[in-house]
Protein backbone atom coordinates (compact mmCIF):
# COMPACT_ATOMS: atom_id res chain seq x y z
CA UNK A 1 0.00 0.00 0.00
CA UNK A 2 1.27 3.22 -0.76
CA UNK A 3 1.26 6.27 1.44
CA UNK A 4 -0.87 9.43 0.26
CA UNK A 5 -0.97 13.03 2.43
CA UNK A 6 -3.75 11.38 4.56
CA UNK A 7 -2.10 8.10 5.19
CA UNK A 8 -1.88 5.11 3.31
CA UNK A 9 -3.30 5.29 -0.05
CA UNK A 10 -6.40 2.43 -0.54
CA UNK A 11 -7.26 1.71 -4.50
CA UNK A 12 -5.03 4.18 -5.89
CA UNK A 13 -6.54 7.18 -4.36
CA UNK A 14 -3.83 9.44 -5.12
CA UNK A 15 -4.05 8.48 -8.82
CA UNK A 16 -7.89 9.43 -8.79
CA UNK A 17 -7.35 12.21 -6.75
CA UNK A 18 -4.68 13.43 -9.65
CA UNK A 19 -6.60 12.62 -12.44
CA UNK A 20 -10.28 14.56 -11.06
CA UNK A 21 -7.63 17.24 -10.02
CA UNK A 22 -6.39 17.45 -13.87
CA UNK A 23 -9.89 17.23 -15.15
CA UNK A 24 -10.97 19.81 -13.29
CA UNK A 25 -8.13 22.35 -14.08
CA UNK A 26 -9.04 21.59 -18.00
CA UNK A 27 -12.62 22.41 -17.54
CA UNK A 28 -12.01 25.31 -15.33
CA UNK A 29 -9.08 26.56 -18.02
CA UNK A 30 -11.78 25.69 -20.79
CA UNK A 31 -14.20 28.20 -19.34
CA UNK A 32 -11.55 31.27 -18.86
CA UNK A 33 -10.25 30.68 -22.22
CA UNK A 34 -13.06 32.52 -23.98
CA UNK A 35 -12.73 35.40 -21.72
CA UNK A 36 -9.28 35.45 -21.50
CA UNK A 37 -9.47 35.83 -25.00
CA UNK A 38 -11.62 38.70 -24.90
CA UNK A 39 -9.90 40.48 -22.73
CA UNK A 40 -6.50 40.26 -24.68
CA UNK A 41 -8.02 42.07 -28.04
CA UNK A 42 -10.50 44.60 -25.82
CA UNK A 43 -8.43 47.28 -26.20
CA UNK A 44 -7.01 46.74 -29.81
CA UNK A 45 -7.03 44.38 -32.67
CA UNK A 46 -4.12 41.43 -32.69
CA UNK A 47 -3.23 38.59 -35.02
CA UNK A 48 -3.61 35.39 -33.99
CA UNK A 49 -0.20 34.19 -33.72
CA UNK A 50 0.43 37.35 -31.84
CA UNK A 51 -2.42 35.88 -29.37
CA UNK A 52 -1.03 32.48 -29.29
CA UNK A 53 2.66 33.45 -28.31
CA UNK A 54 0.72 35.74 -24.88
CA UNK A 55 -0.86 32.44 -24.31
CA UNK A 56 2.17 30.29 -24.37
CA UNK A 57 3.94 32.91 -21.60
CA UNK A 58 0.66 32.28 -19.47
CA UNK A 59 1.61 29.35 -17.49
CA UNK A 60 -2.37 28.99 -15.92
CA UNK A 61 -3.49 29.04 -19.39
CA UNK A 62 -1.05 27.12 -21.68
CA UNK A 63 -2.67 26.09 -25.03
CA UNK A 64 -1.74 24.76 -28.42
CA UNK A 65 -2.15 27.38 -31.46
CA UNK A 66 -4.96 25.13 -32.54
CA UNK A 67 -6.83 25.52 -29.54
CA UNK A 68 -6.51 29.55 -29.87
CA UNK A 69 -8.55 29.57 -33.46
CA UNK A 70 -11.13 27.07 -32.60
CA UNK A 71 -11.96 29.70 -29.77
CA UNK A 72 -11.32 32.63 -32.24
CA UNK A 73 -13.77 30.71 -34.64
CA UNK A 74 -16.44 30.46 -32.38
CA UNK A 75 -16.10 33.94 -30.64
CA UNK A 76 -16.30 35.15 -34.49
CA UNK A 77 -19.22 32.36 -35.53
CA UNK A 78 -20.98 34.34 -32.21
CA UNK A 79 -21.20 37.76 -33.13
CA UNK A 80 -18.47 39.00 -30.45
CA UNK A 81 -15.48 39.23 -32.60
CA UNK A 82 -14.66 40.02 -36.04
CA UNK A 83 -11.71 39.81 -38.33
CA UNK A 84 -9.63 41.85 -41.04
CA UNK A 85 -7.31 41.54 -43.18
CA UNK A 86 -4.44 44.04 -43.41
CA UNK A 87 -0.99 44.01 -44.50
CA UNK A 88 1.62 43.38 -41.71
CA UNK A 89 5.07 45.42 -41.65
CA UNK A 90 6.88 42.06 -41.93
CA UNK A 91 5.06 40.86 -45.57
CA UNK A 92 1.81 39.22 -46.09
CA UNK A 93 -1.34 40.45 -44.77
CA UNK A 94 -2.68 39.13 -41.36
CA UNK A 95 -5.90 38.59 -40.33
CA UNK A 96 -6.93 40.93 -37.10
CA UNK A 97 -9.56 40.11 -34.42
CA UNK A 98 -11.47 42.54 -32.34
CA UNK A 99 -14.78 42.84 -30.21
CA UNK A 100 -17.24 43.57 -32.16
CA UNK A 101 -20.13 45.83 -29.84
CA UNK A 102 -22.03 42.74 -28.48
CA UNK A 103 -18.75 40.94 -28.16
CA UNK A 104 -17.61 44.29 -25.74
CA UNK A 105 -20.85 43.90 -23.86
CA UNK A 106 -20.46 40.04 -23.33
CA UNK A 107 -17.10 40.50 -21.96
CA UNK A 108 -18.27 43.25 -19.69
CA UNK A 109 -21.09 40.68 -18.29
CA UNK A 110 -18.18 37.69 -18.07
CA UNK A 111 -16.00 39.96 -16.20
CA UNK A 112 -18.29 41.17 -13.81
CA UNK A 113 -19.85 37.59 -13.32
CA UNK A 114 -16.33 35.85 -12.73
CA UNK A 115 -15.79 38.53 -10.31
CA UNK A 116 -18.46 37.90 -8.49
CA UNK A 117 -18.14 34.11 -8.50
CA UNK A 118 -14.27 34.99 -7.30
CA UNK A 119 -15.53 37.07 -4.24
CA UNK A 120 -17.83 34.46 -3.27
CA UNK A 121 -15.02 31.39 -3.71
CA UNK A 122 -12.72 33.76 -1.48
CA UNK A 123 -15.34 34.34 0.77
CA UNK A 124 -16.36 30.65 1.29
CA UNK A 125 -12.54 29.53 1.62
CA UNK A 126 -12.73 32.05 4.62
CA UNK A 127 -15.34 30.59 6.29
CA UNK A 128 -17.37 33.42 6.06
Same mark, same amino acid.
Given at each position: ???? @?? %? @???? %??????????????? =???????????????????????? &????????? %??????????? &?? !? !???? =????? /????????? @???????? /? @????? /??? =???????? &??????? &?????
Amino acid at each position: MVAG @PH %G @PDRC %GEAELNAEFFRNWTR =QVRRGLLELAILNDIAYRRMYGYE &IERKFCRSQ %GLLLSGGMIYL &IL !R !RLRR =QGLVK /TTLARSPDG @PKRKYYQL /T @PHGEE /TRA =QMNAYWQA &IDGQMDA &IGKGR
